[in-house]
Structures are given as structure tokens and as C-alpha cells.
């Protein structure tokens, strides 16, 4: 069963690319750039990666991304990330990015997408890994700071599918965003939002009526909310479910007690995705396999993970029609 996991085509639709960093690229970066890191060893840093708790984890998070100072370093980030791609037979991956994490730190806007958006060509033209990039806003800053950044990325748009809304979730709920995520829609720009990760169920119906949301990111907590479930199943709502994720920052307990299957059953466009990969020990087939293990799901179960993922996308028809013949024929 490993084996059919680790060989089956997959989509991944919810990666931050600065959560790819790795502890041994981190070291390396640190050195290139001569910038001070708090850990002695690679070893150090990668005990240093417990947390309790969503905020914790960004604590970490956003350190770690202090290495990332030009565009050489973001090509190094995301080839990485394509690399393990191709490792474990991603054939197509939608990135989230922060910009707002490098331009605080004085980091231009154009150094961070110019350097992703780099690797992604390479990624296509060498390894055929298609991919989409979506330009998140850190929810906890302002609305105004998210304008600004949408305002910088206007001469990329063409290297943009959509805007996403990460970071800590609680106390800052989708509604906060209203404005900035219609004027971006406006821009012809896809809009997807985490909800319902640490937050209630609230978060979620709010992502989808006030920021016109696409795809929720995570929603795990839309089962507290029988009659979400059944109206996200009506209305085939993509949910981007992050399984190792959501063990690493206590929303389940443990593996044994994720909803995903649950959600599977119930119907629900279910997705199974790696988020932060070098911080939550896994990146896809490590997902795949530790839902499969402790939830028993079928080999046509997690094909249909990788079905809902295509179905979800913002690839063009013809490349969606390829992926859903190669997984089709693979199983």
C-alpha cells in the first residue's frame, strides 16, 4: 500500500513555500547571507520545531524566513520544494506566499516573486510540474497593509492565479479582509482563505459569503456545524485539509481522531495537502501514508483525494483533463 502511495499522482493545492525551509537550507542560507541564527546545529533547530499550539508555530515560522534575503535564496527555497515534488509524484502544486513576511523586513516585493517564480518555470520546463502561484495576506496585520501589498503585486499579476488569508487565525476573522478581497477579485484574481483551522465554524461560512472563497483552506472545524457539513457538501466546496499538520499544532489529538474521514464519507471535496512541510514532518506521500495507517482509507479513497484535488484547481481544462486520465489510468 505504501508503494501505490508513493507512486500515485498527486495535486497539491495548500504549501507555504517559506514553511519548505528546511533546517539544513536554513543553515545554509544563514551562512551565504551572514545572518545569525539562535540554534548551533541543524539538529537544534529541528528539536526546536514543537509547538503547541498555531501561534507558536508562526513564532518559528517567521524567524526562520529572517535567511530568505535575496532572490537567489526564494529559487533555492521553492527548486527544494519541486525537488520532494518530483520525489513523491506531485504532478501539479498551487504555492501560497507571504509577502508581507519579507517586506517588513525590507525585502522587496519583486526579489520574492521573481525568485519563485524562477524555480516554477524551471520546475515545468525540467521536472513537468505544473504549478499556480496564490499571494497570501497575513491576517494578522492591517487591511490597509494588505491594499498596499496588493498594490506591489499589481505589476505581477500575470504570475499570480489568486490572494489567500493565512496566520493566526483567531481574533482575526475573514470579515476583516471584505474590501481587499473584492478589489482583488476585481483584479480577475482567484480568492481561497484558511477558516475553521483554529477558529470556529463561523470563520468558514464567513470566508465563503463576505471573501466570495473558492477554497477553503483547512475547515476541519466546519464539524461542529452539522448543517456546514451538509451545506459544504451541496455546494462541493473544496476543503484543503492538512492531516500531519493538524496533529503537530493539536487540533487532533492524534491521527486516529482527524475528521478527514469522516468528511470523506460525508460526501465533501476533500483534499490532502502538507502546508508547512519542513515544520510539520511531512510532505505529500508522508501525508497520505500516516492518514492511511491510522484511518484505514481505501485505495479508492485516497484516489479520490487526488480526483477532488484536480476538480479543485486552477489549471486550465486541458492540463485537469491530463491529470485525471494519468490517475485514472494509474489506478
Known amino acids: ?72 535564496d ?9 525537488l520532494r515534488c518530483q520525489q513523491d509524484n506531485v504532478r501539479h502544486t498551487e504555492i501560497f506566499f507571504d509577502p508581507q513576511t519579507h517586506t517588513q523586513r525590507n525585502i522587496p516585493f519583486d526579489v520574492v516573486i521573481n525568485g519563485i517564480t524562477d524555480a516554477l518555470k524551471k520546475g515545468e520546463e525540467e521536472l513537468g510540474i505544473s504549478s499556480q502561484l496564490i499571494m497570501s495576506f497575513l491576517r494578522h496585520l492591517s487591511e490597509q497593509d494588505a491594499f498596499e501589498t496588493l498594490e506591489q503585486a499589481q505589476p505581477h499579476l500575470d504570475k499570480i492565479v489568486g490572494v489567500g488569508l493565512d496566520s493566526s487565525e483567531v481574533g482575526h476573522p475573514p470579515e476583516k479582509f471584505c474590501r481587499v478581497f473584492a478589489a482583488s477579485r476585481q483584479l480577475g484574481l482567484k480568492c ?26 483547512h475547515g476541519v472545524r466546519c464539524t461542529s456545524d452539522r448543517k456546514l457539513v451538509d451545506d459544504l457538501a451541496k455546494m462541493k466546496m473544496p476543503l484543503t485539509i492538512c492531516p500531519l ?18 468528511l470523506l464519507k460525508k460526501g465533501l471535496c476533500v483534499t490532502i495537502n502538507s502546508d508547512d512541510p519542513a515544520f510539520f514532518g511531512g510532505y505529500m506521500t508522508d ?18 483525494c487526488t480526483i477532488n484535488a484536480i476538480n479543485a484547481s486552477f489549471i486550465e481544462a486541458e492540463r485537469k483533463e491530463a491529470l485525471l486520465k494519468e490517475i485514472k489510468d494509474y489506478y
Do not use: C
Open 74 to 82: 526564494f529559487f533555492d527555497l521553492t527548486w527544494a520544494y519541486l
Open 192 to 217: 481561497v482563505a484558511h477558516a475553521g483551522e483554529e477558529g470556529p465554524p463561523d470563520n468558514i461560512r464567513s470566508a465563503i459569503n463576505d471573501l466570495k472563497a473558492e477554497r477553503i483552506d
Open 245 to 262: 499538520s493538524n496533529i503537530k499544532l493539536r487540533v487532533f489529538s492524534s491521527m486516529e481522531q482527524h475528521n478527514i474521514l469522516f
Open 287 to 304: 501525508n497520505f501514508i500516516a492518514v492511511h495507517k491510522a484511518l484505514n482509507l481505501t485505495r479508492h479513497q485516497l484516489v479520490q
Open 1 to 72: 500500500m505504501e508503494d501505490f502511495i508513493r507512486d500515485m499522482p498527486k495535486v497539491e493545492l495548500h504549501l507555504h513555500i517559506e514553511g519548505s525551509l528546511e533546517p539544513e537550507l536554513m543553515f545554509e542560507l544563514a551562512k551565504r547571507n551572514n545572518i545569525r541564527l539562535p540554534y548551533s546545529s541543524v539538529e537544534e533547530a529541528r528539536n526546536a520545531y514543537q509547538f503547541t499550539d498555531l501561534q507558536s508555530f508562526l513564532d518559528i515560522y517567521y524567524q526562520g524566513a529572517n535567511v530568505l534575503q535575496n532572490q537567489q
